[in-house]
């Protein structure tokens, strides 16, 4: 069974930086694709930014030169540094995982089968 636990989340001022982690079981890394979504309140999920089996990664235009999203394959963790981070970052963040097209590079959260419980992330002005 497929596990994800996300940590790292936290309150920062706004420029502050922030690491978060996601730890998974249940399943190899090397074989999935990972992606990092937000939720802020009152708005929809949307999606961050994924990396897929070979490395490669894409990101949401809102974070493009903030974040660096990395993955610890003999570890299985998937990683999301943050830096720069204003006050719209704020949000719960959430790691997710799917075997589906290991090598796409998607960010739409229909696209991912499984979720953890999500991280909260506030950035205060």
């Known amino acids: 069974q497929v596990q994800l636990v996300e940590s790292g989340g936290g309150s920062v001022q706004s420029g502050g930086s922030l690491r978060l982690s996601c730890v998974g079981s249940?399943?190899?890394?090397?074989?999935?694709?990972m992606g990092w979504f937000r939720q802020a309140p009152g708005k929809e999920r949307e999606g961050v930014a994924t990396i897929n089996r070979d490395g490669n990664t894409k990101y949401a235009d809102s974070v493009k030169g903030r974040f660096t999203i990395s993955q610890d394959n003999a570890k299985n963790i998937v990683y999301l540094q943050m830096s720069s981070l204003k006050p719209e970052d704020t949000a719960m963040y959430y790691c997710?995982?799917?075997?589906?097209?290991?090598?796409?590079?998607?960010?739409?959260?229909?696209?991912?089968?499984?979720w953890g419980q999500g991280t909260q992330v506030t950035v205060s002005s």
């Open positions: 997710a995982a799917d075997p589906r097209g290991p090598g796409a590079l998607l960010l739409g959260n229909t696209q991912y089968m499984y």
């Open positions: 249940g399943y190899t890394l090397s074989r999935y694709r």
